[in-house]
């Protein structure tokens, strides 16, 4: 008695329904703030009072103007980094507030 078998990988099941249901957007931008904090490390991150992607754009509210504009000089690198991270290019732009 022989089965038939219907084999695909479960990676590329996972795949298939988050694009279905809508929610690569979602994990995208969960993934570029989680990639975010681990970059601005532990000596950064108290100087950070919140930040959140919206339209593609991370935007970080800092309470230093110092490390504000220093982190604006490299924020092309932060955009960059964070993008290869997710192994698309997602970030459009990074906005400091």
């Known amino acids: 008695m022989s089965r038939d078998y219907n084999q695909q990988k ?23 703030g989680e990639l975010f904090e681990e970059m601005m490390g532990r000596y950064v991150k108290p100087y950070i009072n919140e930040f959140y992607i919206k339209n593609k754009i991370l ?9 504000k504009n220093e982190l604006s000089y490299g924020k092309s690198k932060i955009k960059q980094h964070i993008n290869e991270g997710l192994g698309k ?3 459009t732009d990074i906005k400091f507030l």
């Not at 479960?10 to 570029?32: K, R």
């Not at 935007?59 to 490390?67: E, F, G, Q």
Request: glycine share 6%; hydrophobic share 45%.
């Open 10 to 32: 479960l990676g590329d099941i996972i795949h298939e329904m988050i694009s279905e249901f809508g929610l690569e957007e979602n994990i995208l931008s969960v993934q570029a």
């Open 59 to 67: 935007y970080a509210r800092i309470s230093s103007d110092a490390l």
């Open 89 to 91: 290019d997602y970030l």
